[in-house]
């Protein structure tokens, strides 16, 4: 079956430039996108198609993907940021979905 | 607007049976592709299964540890998705979330998400 490797956990002061990464073999073929999960509340896209920012997702988000490794970026991290990070591709089929095992970004 | 609303959770033995359904509104049921995700508590987010429209062929795919036991179903007369869970095991509990598949250029992701129904399989 097919993985994606996501860091259990990161941990930035405010300001500082939180880095999330994100490794599948599938990667140099598919998208990755990125889901933030606050506690209790449902998953929001934050990053489609490797490195676009849907509306109303705040200009300090980026993504970008390189090879078999998808990035995920928050310049300036903020304390409201704090949540779980989870990556989300296909294996290279396109028919199997998978989520990555999700990192616990910590701001203060 | 996407409004998805899960329910059926509840509480089941091991080996129990349980059919979760999502009613949806705010955009063509028939044309769309449709998802299960659910997340153990504490855990993360794990993909279970997803259905397309009858369009596009009325095919399933699921997850491997839930393929043969789960079967995922739709009525597009009732704008209403289904999840048969069948042969439940203590490690199926989870927020069982209902999705809608956003598709662009042959590429999708989760778009629409319910607020999720809790199944817990306990004896």
């Known amino acids: 079956s097919y993985e994606l490797t996501q860091p259990p956990s990161v941990s930035v002061s405010p300001g500082q430039t939180a880095r999330i990464t994100c490794s599948g073999d599938?990667?140099?073929?598919?998208?990755a996108y990125w889901y933030q999960q606050k506690s209790g509340q449902a998953p929001v896209l934050v990053i489609y198609?490797?490195?676009k920012r849907p509306s109303g997702i705040p200009e300090r988000f980026s993504g970008s993907s390189s090879g078999t490794m998808a990035t995920l970026t928050i310049s300036g991290a903020q304390v409201e940021d704090e949540a779980d990070y989870y990556c989300?591709?296909?294996?290279?089929?396109?028919?199997?979905?998978?989520f990555g095992g999700g990192t616990k970004l910590t701001v203060l | 607007e996407v409004q998805l609303v899960e329910s059926g959770g509840g509480l089941v033995k091991p080996g129990g049976s349980l059919r979760l359904s999502c009613a949806a509104s705010?955009?063509?049921?028939?044309?769309?592709?449709m998802s299960w995700v659910r997340q153990a508590p504490g855990k993360g987010l794990e993909w279970v299964g997803r259905?397309?429209?009858?369009?596009?062929?009325?095919?399933?795919d699921y997850a491997a540890p839930v393929k043969g036991r789960f079967t995922i179903s739709r009525d597009d007369s009732k704008n209403t998705l289904y999840l048969q869970m069948n042969s439940l095991k203590t490690e199926d509990t989870a927020v069982y979330y209902c999705?809608?598949?956003?598709?662009?250029?042959?590429?999708?992701?989760?778009?629409?998400w319910g607020q999720g129904t809790l199944v817990t399989v306990s004896s």
């Open positions: 198609e490797d490195s």
């Open positions: 705010g955009f063509t049921f028939s044309n769309a592709w």
């Open positions: 599938a990667l140099p073929k598919k998208y």
């Open positions: 259905i397309k429209s009858k369009t596009d062929g009325g095919t399933t």
């Open positions: 999705t809608k598949p956003t598709c662009s250029g042959g590429s999708c992701y989760e778009g629409g």
């Open positions: 989300y591709s296909t294996d290279s089929s396109g028919n199997l979905v998978v």
